[in-house]
């Protein structure tokens, strides 16, 4: 039987979990992968006068995000750290088949940075951020009873 590898991650924390072969099993922690600056920087920004509504009090609603970039570039290199620990785990022959499962922005930068060996497993990716969801839930999302069966 095949290995299968599900992915969840979003811009700050990325599981890597196996699917056990026996259908209904929970799902495997494998490794995390974090990038513990995402999150520091992110509530800096909202501490500090970037990520503030623009313009003390006069109606003006635009926000000020002078760091936009910064968390940008911050997600770029989390997504080909990820997808280069997948290749390496790729290459070792760990898993036959790949779920990506994350948050919008950071799927798209995988799917760019994913080399051929392991784009050309993924069996299905999700553009949801479920990082904090159980594994008991993201098995079930993935994997429901009348789909375990095919």
């Not at 196996?18 to 922690?29: N, S």
């Not at 280069?84 to 798209?108: C, H, I, M, T, W």
């Not at 594994?135 to 993935?142: C, E, M, S």
């Amino acid at each position: 039987m095949k290995s299968t590898w599900i992915l969840v991650a979003d811009e700050a924390i990325a599981r890597i979990l196996e699917r056990p072969r026996k259908p209904g099993a929970a799902l495997v922690p494998v490794e995390e992968l974090t990038d513990p600056d995402a999150h520091a920087n992110e509530s800096d920004m909202h501490r500090g006068p970037h990520g503030r509504r623009a313009g003390g009090g006069g109606g003006g609603n635009a926000t000020v995000s002078a760091s936009d970039s910064e968390r940008h570039q911050r997600a770029q290199l989390f997504a080909s750290r990820i997808a280069q620990r997948l290749l390496v785990s790729r290459r070792e022959k760990r898993f036959d088949n790949l779920y990506l499962v994350a948050a919008p922005r950071l799927l798209g930068y995988l799917r760019a940075e994913l080399h051929s060996e392991v784009s050309g497993v993924v069996v299905e990716s999700l553009d949801k951020d479920l990082i904090h969801e159980s594994n008991a839930d993201l098995a079930q999302r993935l994997f429901p009873p009348e789909r375990a069966r095919a």
